[in-house]
């Protein structure tokens, strides 16, 4: 991969930030679709598990029961993702997703034996703080989704605890000599799996094509193109501190598209909350990066 990307001098940087701004058009695309969460996630998975199977294949895609484990929890971050996009605003569905480091910082000593530090205690604390203000948006009549986004907010929760675990997992030394592909493309057929009885006993009206264009976009360049790119970026020599940092565009222009294209507009607590979130594990990556690099050059 590397030498792909000096013969066509693309800097590598370039390829996560391409991937990071595909990626940021999952919440516009979900909400543009007439079709409910089980037919988006089911269409999506579709075709990202065929766009990654195309590109990765000669690695390999045998499973076991770690890749297994690996794969329910990619599927878990996606299925509820898709759910909190159709039933909470996009700002709480990606702002709350992206509670995922607290996760990893709370359970990585116990699953990686990692040490936890008083920066730790003090990120999850405030992020903690930066959660709890989503739940303070006023609940009426007049709010579209007020009667299903408390359980929008929860299931966007439950996609940052899932994607945590995700994380943590690929830094297990079980996962570390696997072909990284193989929990993104056994996690979409898993989810595939069990949409298809839902689809199967209450199917979709009508699908219209700006749905089939939707779903074909976010399955191919939203979630598979975007992996390879994001890929090929880490095995260019991008620093894993600058492909965090550069990931952290996403939960910024999720919303931002979803406001410019369908005119939703975030609570000032979703984002005041998401601000608090961001900046704290911004912070904390940074600090941490600098902490490891002050030991290495002792």
Request: some cysteine; hydrophobic content about 55%.
């Amino acid at each position: 991969m590397k030498a792909e990307n000096q013969n066509t001098n693309f800097p590598p940087i370039a390829f996560v930030l391409l991937a990071v701004l595909l990626w940021s058009t999952g919440g516009v695309l979900i909400k543009l679709t007439t079709l409910d969460a089980f037919a988006v996630n089911l269409g999506r998975s579709l075709f990202a598990a065929i766009t990654v199977a195309v590109f990765t294949y000669k690695k390999g895609l045998k499973l076991d029961k770690f890749t297994l484990l690996t794969s329910f929890l990619y599927a878990g971050t996606l299925t509820c993702f898709v759910y909190a996009n159709k039933n909470t605003t996009a700002a709480n569905a990606i702002f709350l997703q992206y509670t995922a480091p607290i996760y990893i910082l709370i359970l990585a000593p116990f699953i990686l034996k990692e040490k936890f530090r008083v920066d730790d205690l003090i990120t999850v604390v405030i992020c903690l703080m930066g959660m709890s203000l989503f739940f303070l948006e006023p609940q009426n009549a007049e709010n579209k989704l007020a009667a299903n986004v408390f359980w929008g907010n929860v299931a966007a929760l439950v996609s940052g605890l899932f994607f945590g675990l995700y994380f943590i997992l690929l830094r297990h030394p079980r996962s570390l000599q696997k072909n990284p592909a193989l929990s993104v493309f056994y996690g979409n057929i898993l989810i595939v799996l069990l949409m298809l009885p839902l689809i199967f006993s209450n199917p979709p009206a009508q699908i219209n094509s700006n749905d089939i264009l939707a779903i074909l976009f976010l399955g191919i360049f939203q979630i598979g193109i975007a992996y390879v790119l994001f890929t090929n970026g880490i095995a260019g020599g991008v620093r894993s501190l600058d492909a965090s940092i550069i990931g952290f565009i996403e939960p910024l222009l999720n919303p931002i598209w979803v406001f410019l294209i369908i005119g939703e507009r975030p609570s000032i607590w979703a984002i005041v909350g998401g601000a608090v979130i961001i900046a704290a594990v911004i912070f904390h990556t940074i600090k941490s990066n600098q902490k490891d690099l002050s030991r290495q050059i002792k």
